[in-house]
């Protein structure tokens, strides 16, 4: 079979371990290139002479090289190449090494276009055994190199978009939270209108990722009071007419605020920081009615009435919740979208409303989401 006797090249120590499959119906040829490779240091290395096994031992080796004989009984080696198609991605350089005595372009042409990588011509030549071999695993390493490279910084990328989004959230958290401190010492009430409004969402059957969008843009509904006077955000007492035009103006600066962003977050607390103070009656700042109101702002507005009548406020004492309870049912249908209101009983009959301050404590919601840009949605 083997042409000459010349002294053995040893492999290089990286691709000793590399796992070499032959398909050879000869058992003559397997044994002698079977010697070959193991003088030359290939460690890995399988054989089988029916190729109706092929398939099997490719899944059970997973080789980085296939050494194929093209004329064998019961499959030839084309149909092998085309069973294993199904077996190697696509975008995966996988090299087969065909065997053959027929070289004719025909042949050759077929072999290239059902996979084959290069040829060895039989009767073989020792040397040239061993180059076309060592070639062909030295670029298939470096493939696999490149993929591993390629998904570590893959990897790397992703756990830096998730580092920028916690840091552009935590950021929109700490903007919430300069607005809540200047009428909520605690700074809990954006944080507890965010949880009610993803609960709400959830109940209310809208897809997770908005759900989560939701939780985040809810916390910046009051934003706009940073443009507030403190006289009359924390005026004690009742407000003049004048006074409260000013204090409607909170939507209007919160929108100005969040306004111009291309991230569908901010989008959605724009629109929630104009819509908070609607009414499903019209009765509301800017007159909207019913599902003319965006659905956000109808589901933060009895998030926020109903957190703003449990808890203290300059110009009010807390309602226990039974009673805040009872004021958010008798707003349905006219403060409130009434799908809103069946809702938000559904999770107070199931004691989740009484979470709602464990959650916030304990972060207990979803991960947070990505920051993605609508053009960023539209790449992907």
């Known amino acids: 079979m083997m042409i000459g006797d010349r002294g053995i090249e040893r492999a290089p120590e990286a691709l000793e371990g590399m796992r070499i499959l032959m398909i050879d119906d000869e058992e003559a040829n397997l044994r002698a290139l079977t010697r070959l490779l193991d003088r030359a240091g290939y460690r890995e290395v399988q054989s089988t002479s029916d190729p109706r096994e092929g398939a099997d031992l490719f899944r059970a080796v997973q080789p980085d090289l296939l050494l194929l004989d093209l004329r064998m009984p019961y499959l030839d080696g084309f149909e092998v190449m085309e069973a294993l198609g199904a077996l190697i991605p696509p975008q995966e350089y996988f090299p087969i090494l065909v065997l053959t005595g027929d070289m004719t372009p025909e042949v050759r042409e077929r072999a290239l276009r059902s996979g084959a990588r290069d040829f060895l011509n039989k009767p073989f030549d020792l040397t040239e055994v061993l180059l076309r071999i060592r070639n062909l695993l030295e670029t298939r390493l470096m493939h696999l190199r490149l993929a591993g490279h390629a998904a570590t910084l893959e990897e790397r990328v992703q756990e830096r978009t998730r580092e920028l989004a916690l840091a552009q959230v935590e950021i929109l958290q700490r903007l919430a939270l300069a607005a809540e401190y200047r009428d909520d010492i605690t700074g809990h009430h954006a944080e507890r209108v965010g949880v009610v409004s993803a609960l709400l969402a959830r109940e209310l059957g809208l897809p997770e990722e908005e759900v989560q969008v939701l939780r985040r843009a809810a916390t910046l509904h009051d934003v706009g009071k940073i443009g507030i006077p403190d006289a009359i955000l924390l005026k004690p007492g009742p407000l003049t007419a004048l006074e409260y035009e000013i204090m409607k103006s909170h939507t209007e600066i919160g929108g100005r605020i969040l306004s111009g962003s291309g991230f569908l977050l901010l989008q959605m607390a724009q629109e929630v920081a104009l819509s908070h103070h609607e009414r499903w009656d019209g009765d509301g700042y800017a007159g909207l009615a019913g599902e003319a109101i965006p659905l ?59 979470q709602v301050d464990e959650i916030v404590q304990r972060g207990m919601m979803e991960p947070v989401p990505l920051l993605t840009s609508e053009r960023q949605r539209a790449g992907a």
């Open 296 to 354: 956000p702002g109808r589901i933060v507005v009895v998030a926020d009435v109903f957190d703003s009548l449990c808890n203290v406020r300059p110009y009010k004492s807390a309602s226990t919740p039974e009673a805040s309870l009872a004021e958010v049912i008798a707003g349905k249908g006219t403060h409130f979208d009434p799908a809103v209101v069946e809702a938000f009983l559904a999770l107070a009959e199931r004691g989740v409303l009484e």
